[in-house]
């Protein structure tokens, strides 16, 4: 092996042979210089077996911080069940009801805005909104996905749309004139005047989605309330006039999963992984849910052995592309993913993150690129993981297994996607490790 700065000459050299001749061999008495009497050419190899395998983590996401609460249900042959609940608790807003002697109550409304849909939105969608027995605790910045809060089995009310693309902008149940009426009175008499008194009536809402189909739809929770609807009889011609109740005290979403009769049921201690061969050759992620993606080289050096007159990589490439036939699935996989150090039992670490080519200790990230212009959908994350499989074949750092999710370190919300990866065996969605080197000859 040569020394550094002579390796670093080697790899100007070879970039300009890569961007003269791609894989082809370039002008072989280029680099006589320093390399007298011997030929260097590219060489471009991408048969690396590339590992996957999901493990699952148990942490838990912030979703009270979020400005969407999620309801709904995923369920597949590989990973089993995923199952949404909203929970949130009302907020007193002033008003003037009890200055309105003449008013009369009308009817009780939950109005529910959708934020977005994910899976298939022209499924009819069933949303049924249940009272909990104790209010949500404001001091809690966020709840772990595995606990929740009771609720009574019998829901208050129903309703049923397409979530779509737009077609439904809002949700609407009408609740039943006895809680009503109760609601009503009570701000009418005084007896509510803060969000304490409120909850000693209403404490809160439980609210779950069903569907046929696999559908997740998110709750915009700042412009959701309960509008209580009255009319003055004191006027001639009244008009109908109400009062809003938001959600603005706290919410959060509860996802659970199950994995019973699945090869994820397997994924019992944290050190625990599912190779993609027992999941039909994918390997799964949820973004900000329990699944990642582990990747691992297994066969790196003899994969190269045969090329011992290896100088340098001039590029590293880790390409996947996920298993997705349209863009007009209603299931966009994240926008960036990104790769991290792991131990035997899965952890992420963030303090010893892949090397990337500024040697700066930033993560390695890939941004999904997506091209819909041809036929057949083209999409991918490309990582470029030069640097890292350079210190590699020096021997300046281990080959060790590593984590594929969504960034973390930044606040992490729900917003729920999931995305599926096919390892070297799934066609003609695979993962590709391509190197490109110089060698002498």
């Known amino acids: 092996m040569k020394n550094w700065k002579t390796w670093l000459s080697l790899g100007f050299i070879a970039s300009g042979l890569y961007s003269l001749g791609g894989c082809q061999k370039g002008d072989l008495t280029l680099g006589s210089e320093i390399i007298p009497n011997e030929n260097l050419s590219i060489t471009m190899i991408d048969t690396f077996t590339v590992k996957l395998s999901t493990v699952a983590v148990s942490d838990s996401a912030i979703t009270s911080a979020d400005s969407s609460a999620y309801v709904g249900r995923w369920k597949d042959a590989n990973t089993g069940t995923q199952e949404f609940t909203a929970f949130m608790s009302p907020t007193y807003a002033g008003n003037t009801l009890n200055t309105r002697l003449g008013a009369r109550y009308d009817s009780l409304v939950l109005v529910l805005p959708l934020s977005s849909s994910y899976g298939d939105s022209v499924q009819t969608f069933k949303i049924s909104t249940h009272q909990t027995t104790t209010p949500l605790v404001q001091s809690i910045a966020y709840y772990n996905t595995n606990t929740s809060v009771q609720y009574q089995?019998?829901?208050l009310a129903q309703a049923s749309f397409a979530p779509g693309r737009g077609t439904t902008p809002s949700v609407r149940q009408r609740f039943s004139d006895t809680l009503g009426v109760q609601l009503f009175n009570a701000l009418q008499s005084n007896r509510i005047n803060n969000s304490e008194t409120?909850?000693?009536?209403?404490p809160g809402l439980a609210?779950?989605?069903?569907?046929?189909?696999?559908?997740?739809?998110?709750?915009?929770?700042?412009?959701?309330?309960?509008?209580?609807?009255f009319h003055d009889e004191n006027i001639v011609s009244p008009t109908a006039e109400s009062v809003d109740i938001p959600f603005t005290f706290m919410h959060y979403t509860r996802y659970a999963s199950d994995f019973t009769g699945t090869p994820?049921?397997?994924?019992?201690?944290?050190?625990?992984?599912?190779?993609?061969?027992l999941t039909g050759n994918v390997a799964y992620i949820m973004q900000h849910g329990p699944l990642r993606t582990r990747v691992e080289f297994p066969y790196l050096s003899e994969t190269l052995q045969p090329y011992n007159t290896l100088l340098g990589v001039n590029r590293a490439e880790l390409i996947f592309d996920p298993i997705r036939t349209d863009v007009r699935d209603n299931t966009n996989p994240p926008s960036t993913l990104a790769?991290?150090?792991t131990n035997a039992v899965n952890d992420i670490l963030?303090?010893?993150?892949?090397?990337?080519?500024?040697?700066?200790?930033?993560?390695?990230?890939?941004?999904?690129?997506?091209?819909?212009?041809?036929w057949q959908l083209t999409d991918h994350y490309t990582f470029n993981v030069t640097?890292?499989?350079?210190?590699?074949?020096?021997?300046?750092?281990?080959?060790?297994?590593?984590?594929?999710t969504p960034p973390v370190g930044a606040q992490q919300y729900l917003n729920f996607s999931r995305t599926s990866l096919g390892n070297r065996n799934y066609s003609p969605d695979r993962v590709r490790l391509r190197l490109y080197f110089t060698q002498s000859n």
Not at 211 to 222: A, D, F
Not at 264 to 277: E, I, R
Not at 357 to 363: E, L, R, Y
């Open 153 to 155: 089995s019998k829901p």
């Open 198 to 202: 409120l909850h000693n009536l209403l």
């Open 207 to 229: 609210i779950k989605g069903s569907s046929k189909g696999n559908v997740i739809v998110g709750l915009s929770i700042p412009r959701s309330s309960l509008r209580v609807y």
């Open 264 to 277: 994820l049921a397997n994924l019992k201690q944290p050190s625990d992984a599912v190779n993609s061969t």
């Open 339 to 341: 790769l991290y150090k």
């Open 350 to 374: 963030t303090s010893q993150p892949v090397e990337n080519v500024q040697g700066t200790g930033a993560v390695v990230s890939a941004t999904y690129v997506v091209d819909n212009s041809n």
């Open 387 to 404: 640097n890292y499989f350079n210190l590699i074949l020096k021997n300046k750092v281990q080959n060790v297994p590593l984590i594929l």
